[in-house]
């Protein structure tokens, strides 16, 4: 997979989010449907409160627990959090940043498993405490181009 590693001051981001099960694989079909399902006007102020990379709307998995977690839709900011969202503190951290190319959201789900699966057993790092991030480029989502980032939160392992 190709990756690179990035460190990040610690940021905020403001959005919606919304508790997602991971019991027989809803997190799936849930996290499309909220998508499909978010407002013109929520995507358009978030694409205004973007001024930090990584910018422009975001999605991230946030809170894990053993039965799911909130997944978010946000965008990187030191905007004010406008009413009717909800702001989240990142932070400071390494990430592993996956190239991601393929229509959404199959490209982006083999991805993560491919980086859960195969590459973070393998690669001396381990998951860091904090959100994992999808960053998804302007563009036509059902395209077998389609380009979108995994942004992972590492740390090195020792040894």
Avoid: R
């Avoid at 610690?10 to 959005?15: D, L, R």
């Amino acid at each position: 997979m190709k990756y690179k590693t990035i460190n990040l001051d610690a940021f905020s981001v403001v959005g919606v989010k919304k508790f997602t099960s991971m019991e027989n694989g809803g997190n799936v079909i849930t996290i499309p449907q909220m998508w499909a399902s978010l407002p013109g006007e929520t995507l358009a102020t978030l694409q205004e409160l973007s001024n930090l990379e990584p910018s422009g709307v975001l999605g991230l998995c946030a809170n894990m627990h053993d039965d799911g977690f909130d997944y978010w839709i946000a965008a990187a900011t030191t905007k004010e959090c406008p009413t009717g969202f909800v702001k989240l503190d990142i932070p400071a951290a390494q990430w592993a940043v996956f190239e991601i190319t393929g229509a959404m959201p199959k490209a982006l789900q083999d991805g993560f498993k491919q980086i859960v699966n195969e590459w973070l057993p393998s690669s001396g790092y381990q998951h860091a405490d904090a959100p994992e991030i999808e960053w998804y480029s302007v563009g036509d989502m059902s395209s077998p181009d389609y380009k979108s980032e995994i942004w992972i939160p590492v740390v090195k392992t020792v040894g």
